[in-house]
């Protein structure tokens, strides 16, 4: 009787095994000739979500300065927080998803970043909305960390590009629809809802995840976490951002501004030292080493500061020649619209077998050719408007070819560190992207906004140039490193 009862109860502590265990995908899914794409299309959910928040919230900065009587630089922290955080864990999250399972991270990812949005919309003040903000990106840093490794390890390396095409259509898809979703609802419902709105998506996406996801086969074990490094990486990647910031027009002393440049460079020469020299590192530098895996990054991170620039640049010129915001949004969304179209049909049209590599100098070459437009054409709809949308399809044949060529570099095991520094990439991308365009105009001061949009051009031109040089210097086979999935 004693025996039996032993045998059949349940083993002790068994139940924390359900939170820290992957669950695999229902044999009927898995089976499936094309399942992954199932895997891939619950991916582009975050992708979508992350996006879409990022251009739908600045869309409050007038209710909520209204509604907590606040002022503009005040209310600027709902995004730079949110920017800050996510840059400083994607990195982090990545490594612990190596380890403990990309599945099980982004799921929980999800959970946070729903909890937090939810918690948003009913944040009591503009301190308590910031504090949300943060732990919305702790959640979105895990998403977003394992976005490009699911997507990599799911996918046959034959079909690689074409879902990472797809994801980057879903990133550009959000990026379209935050400002006309945001004004619909902030100016219907309120702003609240810009941040509920995420929690429907959330709880689809939890569910669709859990089934359709692979579990994780290749993991790299970590004997520690690297609490130093993290801290060195964070203040690495703030101070940096905050530099940049301030000195686009933020009221902080010259003398403070010199100062975050200073903790950035020392903070990130300690990182890296601490990288070469700690037994557990973050980050694997010798990743860095891979020709592909470095010059891609460089790329990456030119692509979306050209990605992002003109959502600062159009909008300040066309409204200052008395074209409303609707308008300015409008053609702003021909920018995103080309790069959906590039990343999901480029593989249609252009020739299957055509090396990424040279994918993405085709891709720099035309955003490149589009982005030198801004300076000699006039800044009309009329010349922006194809300005636009050559400069979207050029990064949208660009993007999904150069993530391919970085995700291809890196072995399985590490895939999950390997997608969070493209996300870290893209972000400090983003950032810069918004920073130096805020930047070019402020410095031309008094020489009026021609003179600064050319300015601004000027900027996006040579990010397009550093692209180029990236895609040319990369090497010239494509990498065949192999991904399972189970």
Same mark, same amino acid.
Request: one cysteine or more.
């Given at each position: ?230 801290? +060195?990486? *964070?203040?690495? /990647?703030?101070? %940096? !951002? #905050?530099? @940049?910031? =301030?000195?686009? $027009? &933020? ?123 801004? +300076?000699? *054409?006039?800044? /009309?709809?009329? %010349? !922006? #408007?194809? @300005?636009? =949308?050559?400069? $979207? &399809? ?93």
């Amino acid at each position: 009787m004693a025996t039996d009862t032993t045998t059949s109860s349940p083993p002790p502590r068994r139940w924390p095994a359900v939170l820290t265990a992957e669950r695999p995908r229902p044999e009927g899914i898995r089976s499936l000739p094309n399942g992954w794409w199932l895997a891939v299309g619950a991916v582009c959910f975050g992708a979508f979500m992350g996006q879409l928040d990022a251009s739908i919230v600045t869309l409050t900065y007038g209710s909520l300065r209204t509604e907590f009587h606040a002022s503009l630089a005040a209310v600027e922290w709902v995004s730079l927080a949110y920017l800050l955080t996510l840059v400083a864990l994607l990195v982090p999250a990545g490594r612990l998803a190596d380890a403990h399972g990309r599945k099980l991270l982004y799921l929980y990812g999800f959970a946070v970043f729903t909890l937090a949005s939810a918690a948003c919309g009913f944040a009591p003040s503009l301190t308590a909305l910031v504090a949300f903000r943060v732990l919305q990106a702790a959640g979105a840093a895990m998403m977003q960390a394992n976005s490009v490794a699911l997507v990599t390890t799911s996918a046959p390396r034959r079909r690689m590009r074409s879902a990472l095409g797809v994801q980057a259509a879903a990133q550009a898809l959000g990026l379209a629809l935050g400002p006309t979703v945001g004004g619909a609802l902030v100016s219907t419902l309120g702003w609240r809802w810009v941040f509920w709105v995420n929690v429907p998506v959330g709880v689809l996406a939890l569910v669709g995840g859990h089934y359709l996801l692979p579990r994780t086969r290749a993991r790299t074990r970590v004997a520690r976490f690297d609490w130093p490094g993290l801290f +060195l990486l *964070a203040s690495a /990647t703030t101070t %940096a !951002l #905050l530099g @940049v910031s =301030a000195a686009s $027009g &933020l009221p902080v002393p010259d003398w403070a501004v010199a100062v975050l440049f200073v903790v950035a460079a020392s903070a990130g020469w300690g990182f890296v030292r601490r990288q070469r020299r700690t037994t557990a590192p973050l980050l694997d530098l010798t990743l860095l080493r891979v020709r592909a895996v470095a010059f891609g990054l460089v790329g990456a991170l030119s692509g979306y500061l050209v990605l992002f620039g003109p959502l600062v640049l159009v909008p300040v010129v066309l409204t200052a020649r008395g074209s409303s915001d609707l308008t300015a949004g409008l053609v702003l969304t021909a920018l995103p619209a080309g790069f959906a179209l590039a990343a999901t049909g480029g593989d249609r049209l252009l020739p299957r077998g055509l090396p990424d590599r040279t994918r993405c100098l085709a891709g720099a070459g035309v955003f490149t050719l589009a982005v030198a437009g801004l +300076l000699v *054409a006039p800044l /009309t709809i009329g %010349a !922006l #408007l194809p @300005v636009l =949308a050559l400069t $979207g &399809l050029g990064l949208g044949m660009f993007t999904p070819a150069n993530n391919a060529m970085i995700m291809g570099s890196i072995p399985a095991r590490s895939s999950g560190t390997g997608g969070g520094l493209v996300n870290m990439t893209r972000g400090q991308g983003t950032a810069l992207g918004v920073a130096l365009v805020t930047l070019a105009l402020h410095l031309a001061g008094s020489a009026g906004l021609p003179t600064g949009s050319r300015w601004a051009a000027a900027v996006l031109l040579a990010a397009s140039a550093v692209a180029v040089g990236a895609a040319w210097l990369t090497p010239r086979t494509d990498p065949g490193t192999t991904h399972a999935a189970s």
